[in-house]
């Protein structure tokens, strides 16, 4: 009898284990249907000559400067737009030590680096206040 107690204890030992490993196991939330596999074009890219790239991280905070070496505004962000994968510039400009300045945007290949400084051709602080202000979305 002393036995049957302790094999009986195991399997509901191993009952339990096993019900709340299918329970970790299975997700709960609705399992959405698959759709047709997707193709991924993959593109070679030379790995040691994009890791001495700029990174987004280093180009926030950036000044931008014009043709005469003029400081126009500041990178205040990097954004991809969902509608064209493009990436812009959100450039601050305008205000004296941040207060009273506007946010515009504008392509990112407007935006040159020459002697590790960014550079945009043509622009000025007026050319740029006349764009339309860039408002962040909210979440």
Partial sequence: ???RTDISSIFAAWGHALAIGLAVAVPTSTIMAQ???????EKRVDVV??????RASKLIGS???NSDKDK?????DIIVSPADQEPYAILSVGGLLGMGNRLVAVPFKELHV???????EGASKDSL??????????D
């Fill in 1 to 3: 009898m002393m036995q």
């Fill in 35 to 41: 759709g047709a596999p997707q193709s991924i074009t």
């Fill in 49 to 54: 000559q994009l890791a001495t790239g700029y």
């Fill in 63 to 65: 000044d931008v400067q």
């Fill in 72 to 76: 126009i505004g500041t990178v205040d």
């Fill in 114 to 120: 020459t002697d590790k400084r960014l550079r945009m």
């Fill in 129 to 138: 206040r006349a764009l339309p202000e860039f408002r962040y979305a909210k």
